[in-house]
């Protein structure tokens, strides 16, 4: 099993509709959740964190987190064609070694056609 | 606010040299600094963990002679490709936190290395 998985991809939504993506973790003892976007060729931009249990809303960004089904997800409303990007999942090591890395999931692929 | 740079931003060079790239915290102070590498089309590889003032902490496979990371102060880390070669290539990235290592982690721009 992977430490991090996401769905894939890649995902293809209209403009103006919801783009859901999912991510599931194996460390149980994560605490601390990060979206980031990721466009081509470029680094990673930070989109969300979270770190409790719920719903954390920004802007048109919803991440939700449930951590007793080690489950992350982000909601993007409203989607428009320069959400188009990688958006990788990464949850953060609560312990040990891997206190405060971040584990990057393979990331999912979004296309927001007009 | 929590601007990371890098420099430079693309480098080639010749099999067998060295390259430097710097990362630096513009409006805050890093305790700790991450380096990255990402291969096409795959997701980013934690290479080491740099803390200010201290001997960086390498990721299981990652060389450690052969990338020599510097956290000589609070806003730059440096990390230096010896002797690369081809197998090299590739985006490095590095990130910053603004507190500690469990927070956020702000990313550079990237370097992408071409090794000929």
């Known amino acids: 099993q992977k430490e991090v998985e996401q769905n894939s991809g890649p995902l293809s939504v209209p403009e103006g509709a919801i783009a859901s993506l999912n991510c599931t973790y194996s460390d149980r003892v994560s605490q601390s959740f990060f979206w980031y976007r990721q466009y081509s060729g470029k680094s990673p931009e930070l989109i969300m964190s979270i770190y409790s249990n719920g719903d954390k809303e920004d802007g048109r960004f919803t991440a939700q987190l449930n951590k007793a089904s080690q489950y992350v997800s982000l909601l993007i409303r409203d989607s428009q064609p320069s959400d188009s990007a990688t958006y990788l999942c990464?949850?953060?090591?609560?312990?040990?070694?891997?206190?405060?890395?971040?584990?990057f999931g393979q990331g999912t692929i979004l296309t927001v056609h007009p | 606010g929590a601007v990371v740079s890098q420099h430079p931003s693309w480098v080639i060079c010749k099999s067998g040299t060295s390259v430097k790239i710097e990362c630096r915290s513009l409006d805050f102070q890093a305790t700790t600094m991450f380096w990255y590498r990402q291969f096409p089309k795959q997701s980013l590889m934690l290479m080491a963990t740099?803390?200010?003032?201290?001997?960086?902490?390498?990721e299981q496979g990652v060389e450690k002679d052969k990338f020599l990371i510097n956290h000589a102060s609070l806003t730059l880390s440096t990390l230096t490709v010896t002797s690369a070669h081809p197998e090299d290539s590739s985006f490095y990235i590095c990130?910053?936190?603004?507190?500690?290592?469990?927070?956020?982690?702000?990313f550079g721009p990237g370097t992408r290395l071409t090794v000929l």
């Open positions: 740099s803390n200010e003032g201290s001997k960086a902490t390498y």
């Open positions: 990464a949850p953060a090591g609560a312990g040990g070694t891997s206190y405060g890395k971040l584990t």
């Open positions: 990130s910053a936190t603004t507190r500690g290592p469990t927070d956020t982690q702000y």
